[in-house]
């Protein structure tokens, strides 16, 4: 099975304002209600593909059934959330001159519910694959991200790590699959100043990452497409033509698709490729990539060997 670690779901407000400023009253045109949290875009994005995963994490609250309700949805995406004692957070997403995002923080999680999916963490088998995505919930610290990758390393379970931290130089060091950073958390984690990198310099450092423990690294280039550096090559996609309607969730569906094809036997550039298109589907739609439209895509994927 596949387990989806997300500690810090959400609901997602999505609203396109007509106009927007501070002090008064703004109206919105349009609204949008979704469910939010990388690891259940991921989990969506699976069962669209076909494939079964299980989202732990937790979820409490009105704003928490509102997800479990959502969930029913998909039938291959099983809620194995545990119950919280407060309201899952609300995000704000605004649609104007640009995306701007005003994302819950939620509320604490009592020691005892992380302790319980500590738990059940470690009775996990090298059958099953973990992933690791989005931030923490209210109080926890990354450290409990570093503290599972080296559970599941001396389990030799499988697992990819998609998370926004400091801490994930720690985390690689128990050897991931996979990691997607961005290329402001490379320059951060490897403390580098400058804003923008040169291709062969985001290359080298990347590797840096490999040789640090990360097995396989995905970067996006955003419309130039997208990286995948491993421990033996380097490789770059090019993104196939099309309109963005909309960039939430395609790094997450570039995730959910790697590991489909992992998990599926596929090779390491036929998983990248069904990956590059799985985001660039997403990208392309007001909603998460489906079969049909990956499957559309994924033909159009040019990959190159770079090194």
């Not at 599926?264 to 079969?291: I, M, P, R, V």
Request: aromatic fraction near 8%.
């Amino acid at each position: 099975m596949i387990y989806i670690v997300t500690l810090n779901p959400s609901i997602d407000y999505l609203m396109t304002p007509k106009t927007l400023s501070l002090g008064v009253t703004n109206r919105s045109q349009e609204e949008q209600i979704r469910i939010g949290g990388k690891g259940i875009n991921v989990g969506i994005v699976l069962n669209n593909l076909g494939q079964s995963s299980t989202c732990i994490g937790f979820l409490g609250g009105f704003t928490g059934n509102h997800v479990r309700e959502e969930l029913k949805k998909y039938p291959l995406l099983v809620d194995g959330f545990m119950d919280a004692n407060n309201p899952t957070r609300i995000n704000i997403k605004l649609d104007y001159k640009g995306e701007t995002e005003i994302n819950g923080s939620g509320h604490p999680i009592d020691d005892a519910l992380i302790e319980e999916l500590s738990t059940f963490i470690t009775t996990l088998t090298p059958n099953d694959f973990v992933v690791l995505t989005g931030s923490v919930a209210s109080g926890m610290s990354y450290d409990w991200y570093v503290s599972v990758c080296e559970a599941l390393n001396k389990q030799n379970i499988p697992f990819a790590v998609d998370v926004s931290s400091d801490k994930l130089i720690d985390m690689i060091a128990y050897h991931p699959l996979l990691i997607k950073p961005n290329q402001d958390e490379i320059r951060a984690i490897l403390g580098i100043e400058e804003n923008d990198l040169s291709l062969e310099r985001l290359i080298s450092e990347s590797k840096i990452l490999i040789e640090r423990g990360a097995r396989n690294i995905i970067v996006s280039l955003r419309s130039q497409g997208s990286l995948l550096i491993t421990e033996d090559a380097c490789y770059r996609a090019y993104a196939p033509e099309g309109v963005l309607v909309d960039s939430v969730g395609a790094g997450d569906s570039m995730v959910a698709a790697f590991i489909y094809g992992y998990v599926n036997k596929y090779s390491l550039l036929e998983s990248y490729q069904l990956a590059c298109a799985a985001g660039s589907a997403t990208a392309f739609s007001d909603h998460l990539a489906s079969a049909t439209s990956i499957s559309e895509l994924n033909e159009k994927i040019i990959i190159e060997r770079i090194d």
